[in-house]
């Protein structure tokens, strides 16, 4: 399995190569799956765990898009969920990595601030691309790894 590969891979750098190709493909799938093109109203399970660790939803939103806005190069922001701290937290990686080489997180949301995913819409204007990544996000696949992650109810996926 791909996270089997990406684990395996990830510390060993005579594997690098395979690791960057396995994580970015990981990365990238992850993306395009916590995106909708018509956007999804926040669960209010989700919602009440964004007012519990953030106060508010907007608070959050502030937070992430602040992180993607401070991260210089190439990589991704995440939103995940430590198990080890039993909360949700906003990470930022570079280049190919990825939550997924640390077993304590479980990977819920993340957003591709490579250059690649925003240059050519919206040139020098990186803001407006945080921006607008949250008018596109599948709140209900995001409250639905959140759910897996900790052990609530939740409906089966088909991927990830």
Known sequence: PLDDIIRKSCDEPSHRAIFNNAAQHYNHCFFWKNLTPWGANMPNDLKDAFDKEWDSVENFQA???????????????????????????????????????????????????????????????????????????????????????????YIPMDWM
């Open 63 to 153: 937070q992430f898009k602040a992180a993607g806005m401070a991260h210089f190069g190439s990589g991704w922001i995440w939103l995940v969920y430590n198990h080890q701290a039993g909360k949700l937290e906003i990470r930022a990686y570079a280049n190919a990595d990825t939550p997924l080489t640390d077993p304590s997180l479980a990977p819920l949301m993340t957003m591709d601030v490579w250059e690649h995913s925003w240059y050519a819409d919206y040139e020098n204007e990186k803001a407006k691309y945080v921006e607008n990544f949250f008018g596109c996000i599948d709140w209900h696949w995001v409250e639905r790894h959140w759910k897996r992650a900790t052990g609530q109810k």
